[in-house]
C-alpha cells in the first residue's frame, strides 16, 4: 500500500524536524570496529581468538539449530546456573547479557541519567563514553598514568556527589595493564557505597600478574561492587554475543526487571555452556595466546621496545604521532591493528604468522638503543 504524502527519504532523515533524537544521542562517539582488511590480510584489530570454536561447541550449537523456532529461556537460567557454581554464588547474582557490551548499557541506563557522571580511565575500552552518553550523563575520563594503567587515587579524587558510576577496566584495553587486587580492595575501601563500582574484567583469563583480582572476594566484602565478563575473549565465541554481570542479589533483581526479554539468543546459551563443559580447550587456547604473548614481548624488547607488561590477549604500542604510520604499514604488510591516533596502536595476540609480521614492522618503529 502506498502513503500519500512520503516524503523522501534524503528529507526523511535530514530535514525532519518534528522527530528528533533526544540530544544526548545526537553527538554519541562513534564507535571503530576493528578493521576486516582485505581477504587473505590477517585481523589482529578486535582481540579476537584465533582458534574455531572447539567439536563440542560445534556439535552443540548443530543440534540446537533445529529448534530456533522456540524463544530460548528467558533469563538464561541454565547458563546463570552453571556460572553462579563456577563463580561459587547464587545463580540471582548472575543476568547474562547480549555481549557484557548490552549489560554495560543496561546497568548505565539503570544506575544513570542527565545530570549525573560516570568515572573512568582513559584511555579505555571506546564503548564506555558512547554507553554514558547514551543515558544523558556525562563521562569523566580519567587519564590513564604515563604506564598506561588506571590512576585509582584521582579516579577516587574525581567522585562528586552526582557521581553514579565508576567503571574500572583490568587488564585495561586497550593498554593491557593491569590492576592488582590489594589495588582494588584499596580502591573499593574510598569509594563510597552510594557509587556503582562496575569491574569490566573481559580479559581476566589472560591476566597472569601476581595478585590478579580476585572479583568473588571484592563482591562479596563490597555491596556497590558488579562484574563483567564475557565469552567473546578467553571462550573464543565473540560472534555469537554472551557475556554476564555477577553483583548482589538485590542490584541485579533490579537489572533482570530491566533487562530485554529474551536478550541472550538460544544458539549463544547453548555455545556458552559447552564451552563450560569444555573449560579445558578454553584454557588450552588461553595458554597458548599468553605464551605467544610473552615470545611476542622478549622480542619487542630485543627491539628495544620497553612496554609495560601486557595481561590482555593483546599488546599496545605507545607511538604517539607515528601511530597512523605504523597501521598503515602494517596494513601494507598484511595485517590489520587496530590504531588509536595520536596515541598507539593496540595488536591482538593472534596466528604465529600475523604476530610475526607484526613484530617486521615494529621493528621499523622501533625506539633507538
Ligand atoms: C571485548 C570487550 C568486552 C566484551 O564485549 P562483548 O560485548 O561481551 O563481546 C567488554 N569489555 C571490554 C573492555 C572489551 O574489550
Same mark, same amino acid.
Given at each position: 500500500m502506498q502513503s500519500v504524502r512520503n516524503e523522501s527519504p534524503a528529507s526523511q532523515t535530514a530535514g525532519n524536524e518534528s522527530l528528533q533524537w533526544r540530544p544526548a544521542l545526537q553527538s554519541l562517539p562513534q564507535y571503530v570496529p576493528g578493521n576486516p582488511g582485505r581477504t587473505g590480510t590477517f585481523k589482529l584489530s578486535s582481540n579476537e581468538m584465533p582458534f574455531p570454536p572447539s567439536a563440542g561447541v560445534i556439535a552443540a550449537l548443530a543440534d540446537a539449530?533445529?529448534?530456533?523456532? /522456540?524463544?530460548?529461556?528467558?533469563? !538464561?537460567?541454565?547458563?546463570?546456573?552453571?556460572?553462579?557454581? +563456577?563463580?561459587?554464588?547464587?545463580?540471582?547474582?548472575?543476568?547474562?547479557?547480549?555481549? !557484557?557490551?548490552?549489560? $554495560?548499557? +543496561? $546497568?548505565?541506563? !539503570? $544506575?544513570?541519567?542527565?545530570? *549525573?557522571?560516570?568515572?573512568? =580511565? #582513559? /584511555? &579505555?575500552?571506546?564503548?564506555?563514553?558512547?554507553?554514558?552518553? @547514551?543515558?544523558? @550523563?556525562? !563521562?569523566?575520563?580519567?587519564?590513564?598514568?604515563? =604506564?598506561?594503567?588506571? *590512576?585509582?587515587?584521582?579516579?577516587?579524587?574525581? $567522585?562528586?556527589? @552526582?557521581?553514579?558510576a565508576v567503571m574500572v577496566c583490568t587488564p585495561n584495553n586497550p593498554t593491557s595493564t593491569a590492576l592488582t587486587h590489594s589495588e582494588l580492595v584499596e580502591f573499593c575501601e574510598q569509594v563510597p =557505597? &552510594?557509587?556503582l563500582i562496575l569491574l569490566d574484567e573481559a580479559y581476566w583469563h589472560f591476566d597472569t600478574s601476581q595478585d590478579r583480582v580476585r572479583a568473588e572476594e571484592l563482591l562479596a566484602t563490597y555491596k556497590n561492587v558488579i562484574t563483567l565478563r564475557t565469552f567473546s575473549k578467553a571462550y573464543g565465541? @565473540?560472534?555469537?554475543?554472551?557475556?554476564?554481570?555477577?553483583g548482589r542479589r538485590r542490584l541485579m533483581r533490579q537489572l533482570q526487571v530491566a533487562a530485554t526479554p529474551f536478550g541472550t539468543n538460544a544458539l549463544g546459551q547453548i555455545a556458552a555452556l559447552a564451552a563450560l563443559r569444555d573449560q579445558a580447550t578454553a584454557d588450552a587456547n588461553v595458554a597458548a595466546i599468553i605464551a605467544k604473548r610473552e615470545e611476542f614481548v622478549r622480542q619487542l624488547q630485543t627491539q628495544g621496545w620497553?612496554?609495560?607488561?601486557?595481561?590482555?590477549?593483546?599488546? #599496545?604500542?605507545? +607511538?604517539?604521532?607515528?601511530?597512523?604510520?605504523?597501521?598503515?604499514?602494517?596494513?601494507?604488510?598484511?595485517v590489520m591493528v587496530r590504531p588509536f591516533a595520536g596515541e598507539g596502536v593496540r595488536i591482538t595476540i593472534g596466528e604465529s604468522e600475523a604476530n610475526a609480521i607484526a613484530l617486521e614492522i615494529a621493528a621499523k618503529f622501533a625506539p633507538p638503543q
Open positions: 539449530m533445529h529448534d530456533v523456532n /522456540r524463544y530460548p529461556q528467558m533469563h !538464561s537460567d541454565g547458563l546463570a546456573a552453571q556460572l553462579a557454581t +563456577l563463580h561459587g554464588v547464587d545463580a540471582e547474582q548472575v543476568v547474562v547479557g547480549n555481549g !557484557s557490551v548490552a549489560l $554495560i548499557e +543496561l $546497568i548505565l541506563r !539503570s $544506575i544513570a541519567t542527565d545530570g *549525573d557522571e560516570v568515572v573512568y =580511565s #582513559w /584511555r &579505555s575500552f571506546e564503548a564506555y563514553p558512547i554507553a554514558v552518553a @547514551a543515558t544523558g @550523563a556525562r !563521562s569523566v575520563q580519567v587519564p590513564n598514568t604515563a =604506564s598506561g594503567r588506571h *590512576d585509582l587515587p584521582a579516579m577516587v579524587a574525581a $567522585i562528586t556527589p @552526582a557521581t553514579k =557505597s &552510594s557509587v565465541l @565473540a560472534g555469537l554475543r554472551v557475556g554476564y554481570a555477577i620497553q612496554i609495560p607488561a601486557p595481561q590482555g590477549n593483546f599488546v #599496545w604500542l605507545a +607511538l604517539g604521532d607515528r601511530t597512523q604510520e605504523f597501521a598503515a604499514a602494517a596494513q601494507d604488510a598484511g
